[in-house]
């Protein structure tokens, strides 16, 4: 992807292509659910789910993606996080490991300043290896038959497994229905994955509530995690928060 390169001479101010800054706000999803942070939303993706609810990062039939995208530096996005005050960086998409070679000095720096960080990805590229680092954590999304896209683009085999030998990341599901449990534990068991939390489909807090009572009893049965998605459940589909 070529608006993804840096310049030439621009070593020392190396940029990424943001789609929105937000917080402080909470973590709503898997294990730091309810945790004070801030978001930093990268643009572009390289799947199209069905389901997707940051179609702004990709879908250039619905949205002017040069509109609704900021090149910043990353001293600028750095300076923002830090100025926060908040512990936890929450690096989400999108799909930000597009961007991964502009995310280690990113990471570095606020790993070295005491931050926590947090990357959300769909688990579809094989992360860099100077960001398994200690302070970073994955949240892993691969995306089920419900996404609606063919399993050879939404199942990447390499990447998962390292994913999951790096003892850095947790796999996240979203499931509407039961049916959708049975095809998560096959991806667990043919991938090793650790820690499972299921996040119910829904923009609204009601339809995420609905879903999770349907779900809840299934879950627990296989010792995994419920992920309510906090911040739907207290501001439905509210963008930047």
């Known amino acids: ?55 702004f990062t990709w879908d250039t039939s619905r ?39 502009e995310l280690v000095p990113l990471v570095g720096t606020l790993t070295g300043a005491g931050r926590r960080v947090e990357i959300e990805t769909n688990g579809t590229v094989l992360p860099h290896p100077r960001l398994l680092v200690d302070g970073v954590g994955f949240n892993v999304s691969p995306k089920l038959t419900n996404a609606h896209l063919p399993e050879g683009k939404r199942i990447i085999a390499e990447a998962l497994e390292v994913l999951a030998a790096s003892g850095r990341a947790v796999f996240k599901f979203v499931a ?30 009601e339809q995420v509530i609905t879903r999770a009572r349907l779900l809840v009893e299934e879950v627990i049965a296989r010792g995994w995690s419920l992920s309510l998605r906090t911040h739907v459940v207290l501001w439905g589909d509210e963008r930047g928060r």
């Open 1 to 55: 992807m070529t608006d993804l390169m840096t310049a030439p001479g621009t070593m020392g101010r190396q940029t990424l292509l943001v789609a929105e800054r937000f917080g402080p706000t909470l973590q709503g999803e898997g294990p730091s659910s309810g945790v004070p942070a801030v978001f930093v939303r990268l643009s572009r993706c390289n799947l199209s789910c069905g389901y997707c609810d940051t179609p």
């Open 176 to 205: 509407a229905a039961v049916s959708d449990l049975e095809e998560i534990e096959q991806l667990q068991r043919r991938f090793g994955l650790g820690e499972v939390w299921v996040m119910p489909e829904g923009t609204t807090g």
């Open 63 to 101: 949205f002017d993606l040069r509109a609704e995208t900021t090149r910043m530096t990353v001293d600028d996005v750095t300076a923002w996080a830090l100025d926060s005050g908040v512990g936890l960086v929450v690096i989400t998409g999108g799909e930000p490991l597009l961007q991964q070679e």
